[in-house]
């Protein structure tokens, strides 16, 4: 599956954005659909992620009640609503889509087998 991340952008903190994942080439039926974040020198951190079978969701704690993961079926599309966000959620934001990952594996950016471009996010103070 290929995909498209989109809706990164410049914002206060305190501010929000929508990031989106479009995927082509075939549906995100039977994947996972992770957004992780990456600054640089360090690892790709875990936000959050969506199973689509069967609509479960999953969070990094630093986020946890600020950021909101869903679908959007008829688009093929994934996306991360994103509030109250902090200067140090600074980073480059990229979704991935990995098939059939058991809940254990779903924060390992091992475990996904394709990934979007990436898009920049940038909260400043």
């Known amino acids: 599956v290929q995909l498209q991340a989109s809706g990164g952008g410049s914002v206060q903190a305190g501010g929000s954005l929508r990031l989106s994942c479009a995927a082509s080439?075939?549906?995100?039926?039977?994947?996972?659909v992770g957004w992780f974040r990456q600054i640089p020198e360090n690892e790709r951190e875990f936000v959050a992620a969506?199973?689509?079978?069967?609509?479960?969701?999953y969070y990094a704690t630093s986020v946890k009640g600020r950021f909101t993961i869903s679908r959007d079926n008829a688009k093929n599309t994934v996306h991360l609503q994103m509030n109250s966000l902090k200067p140090e959620e600074t980073a480059v934001y990229y979704c991935?889509?990995?098939?059939?990952?058991?809940?254990?594996?779903?924060?390992?950016?091992?475990?996904?087998?394709?990934w979007g471009q990436g898009t920049q996010v940038t909260v400043s103070s």
């Open positions: 080439g075939r549906t995100f039926s039977g994947y996972t």
């Open positions: 969506f199973r689509w079978s069967d609509r479960s969701t």
């Open positions: 991935a889509a990995g098939p059939n990952l058991i809940v254990s594996s779903i924060p390992s950016a091992l475990r996904y087998n394709s």
